[in-house]
């Protein structure tokens, strides 16, 4: 997107499928800074999280903040959503090819193997021995 973003219809015709029927935001270079995401509490393990930020509007003065409470679980989406995965991965949305054996592998049960990509458990216990509490399954 570029500088001629109408902030009261950031979804173009034609462009962004996905959730038409959503409300959209847009948040150009100048309000990337008020992005933010973090522990909703005192960062407890097992918090809800916080993903916010400032979208563009008409006026500044008509900018409004906008908050979205994630669970442990949504936040963990949120990462293999957007980690390092080629944009056939990121689409296909929730497996990976395995960088060991080369099959697919749910992102919800994949390690990360030496090189960061991410493989089944019991490829990377061939490939470089199990964790003492891994039980194989």
Known sequence: MNENVDPDDPRPEGHYYIARDAEWHYVNDDLAETISLGPATDGEPGDDWVLSFTPEA??????????????????????????????DARQA??????????????????????????????????????PPWYDGR
């Not at 054996?101 to 490829?123: M, S, T």
């Open 93 to 130: 949305g929730h497996s990976a090819e395995c960088g060991l054996c080369g099959d697919q592998v749910p992102l919800a049960q994949a390690w990360p193997d030496n090189r960061k990509e991410p493989c089944h458990p019991e490829c990377y216990a061939d490939a470089f021995g199990a």
């Open 58 to 87: 008409a006026t500044p003065d008509e900018r409004e903040r906008v908050c979205v409470r994630l669970t442990p679980w949504a936040l963990h989406e949120l990462y293999i959503e957007s980690k390092n995965l080629s944009p």
